[in-house]
């Protein structure tokens, strides 16, 4: 069973251009988190999307970030015109459904490193 | 707001002593702790959950303590090695159906051989 999949593992834009970022969740899993890592600080939740659904997108930027987790595909983090700012590792997580007592444990992606020129 | 706060400075410790990494929150009431493992260029490894009404969790060389009175948790890994060297996070999270993860910056443990 294949561990979470993130692609590109590294990816570099110019200031103003977009960036895609995708998740593969493991086999089984339906439920996906987005955190941002920045250089010496922790990783902070950016949104949990369950299959064509989106539940709480309390972390996300109010503006070009937008998630999706589309019913076939992967999911995809889409950053419009992107800013120095930016520049970040972006993790995915998955989780199966269900779970006991309200607990699933999070599986992590190896991350994209997205740097901004 | 929710604040959680782990040693800044790495903690290096000679292989074979016991390394001991803390966690301190505040304004939150965490339904779960969780630890997890970072290594460079890589994404986090759980490594052990604990449950707001348990004292303790051990698991082979690890072993987390949890005190929701002084909202704290210690995590401690015995018989280090340097294969323990890494970044150690501390995570919370609330009851409620999902699980979205409260981090901590994390410590660095550098264990010398």
């Known amino acids: 069973n294949a561990g979470v999949m993130q692609n590109p593992r590294h990816l570099v834009r110019r200031r103003g251009q977009e960036a895609r970022l995708r998740c593969s969740p493991m086999k089984g899993h339906s439920h996906v988190y987005w955190y941002r890592q920045l250089p010496e600080e922790g990783l902070k939740f950016m949104v949990y999307?369950?299959?064509?659904?989106?539940?709480?997108e309390s972390g996300m930027p109010k503006e070009r970030f937008s998630a999706e987790f589309p019913k076939e595909g992967p999911s995809i983090l889409r950053i419009q015109q992107v800013v120095r700012g930016d520049s970040a590792a972006y993790f995915c997580a998955s989780s199966p459904p269900g779970g006991f007592k309200g607990y699933n444990e999070q599986f992590f992606g190896p991350g994209t490193r997205l740097t901004v020129l | 707001s929710q604040k959680i706060e782990q040693n800044s400075e790495a903690l290096n410790i000679q292989e074979g002593k016991t390394a001991t990494l803390t966690c301190n929150y505040t304004?939150?009431?965490?339904?779960?702790l969780q630890w997890y493992r970072q290594d460079p260029g890589r994404g986090p490894v759980f490594l052990l959950l604990i449950r707001e009404n348990e004292k303790e969790k051990r698991k082979e060389r690890l072993k987390v303590t949890f005190d929701t009175t002084l909202k704290q948790s210690l995590f401690h890994i015995t018989a280090s090695q340097p294969a323990d060297s890494a970044t150690y996070l501390c995570?919370?999270?609330?009851?409620?159906?999902?699980?979205?993860?409260?981090f901590g910056a994390g410590t660095r443990l550098a264990v010398h051989p």
């Open positions: 995570a919370l999270s609330s009851s409620g159906g999902y699980n979205k993860l409260i």
């Open positions: 304004n939150y009431s965490p339904a779960y």
């Open positions: 999307l369950q299959k064509e659904n989106i539940i709480d």
